[in-house]
C-alpha cells in the first residue's frame, strides 16, 4: 500500500487525512507483524535445540501455548491488514464510511477508532448477538 494521492489537491482533505490515518495503521501492524514473526522464529528456534517432550517437560505446554499465541496474533494481524487494503479501496471507490449493511454512514468517531469499520455501530452490534 503507497501514499500515491497524498498530495494530489483534487483529492478532497478530510480523504487524504483518512488515507494517511489508514497508511500509518497500515505500516504500525506490518511492523507489529515483523516483531510478531521474529518472536515466533525465536520459540521455534529455541525448542529446536531442546529435545521436547511437551507431556513430560514442565515448560512444554507454556512453550506450546506462547507459540500458538504468537501464531494467533500474526493471524489478526493479517487479517487487520487485509481489513486496511480494502478500506482504501472503499475510500478511493468513494463507499468508505457507509454502512455495507444498512448503507447509512458510519459516525465518525467509530471510523476514529476503527478506520477500517465497514459496518455502523448499530449493524456492528446486531451481527454480534447473533
Do not use: K
Not at 529446536?48 to 505446554?61: K, Q, R, W, Y
Request: overall charge negative; hydrophobic content about 40%.
Amino acid at each position: 500500500m503507497t501514499e500515491n494521492s497524498g498530495d494530489d489537491p483534487s483529492v478532497p482533505p478530510e480523504h487524504r487525512a483518512v488515507r494517511r490515518r489508514l497508511l500509518a495503521d497500515h505500516a504500525d501492524t506490518s511492523a507489529r507483524m515483523a516483531a510478531l514473526s521474529r518472536d515466533f522464529e525465536a520459540i521455534v528456534e529455541a525448542n529446536a535445540l531442546v529435545a521436547v517432550d511437551d507431556e513430560h517437560d514442565p515448560e512444554g505446554s507454556s512453550t506450546a501455548f506462547e507459540r500458538a499465541h504468537v501464531a494467533s496474533l500474526l493471524a489478526q494481524a493479517r487479517e487487520h491488514l487485509a481489513e486496511l487494503d480494502l478500506a482504501v479501496e472503499r475510500l478511493e471507490n468513494g463507499d468508505y464510511g457507509r454502512c455495507e449493511v444498512c448503507g447509512e454512514l458510519i459516525p465518525a468517531a467509530r471510523l476514529e477508532v476503527r478506520p477500517a469499520a465497514t459496518t455502523c455501530v448499530g449493524c456492528a452490534g446486531a451481527e454480534r448477538r447473533r
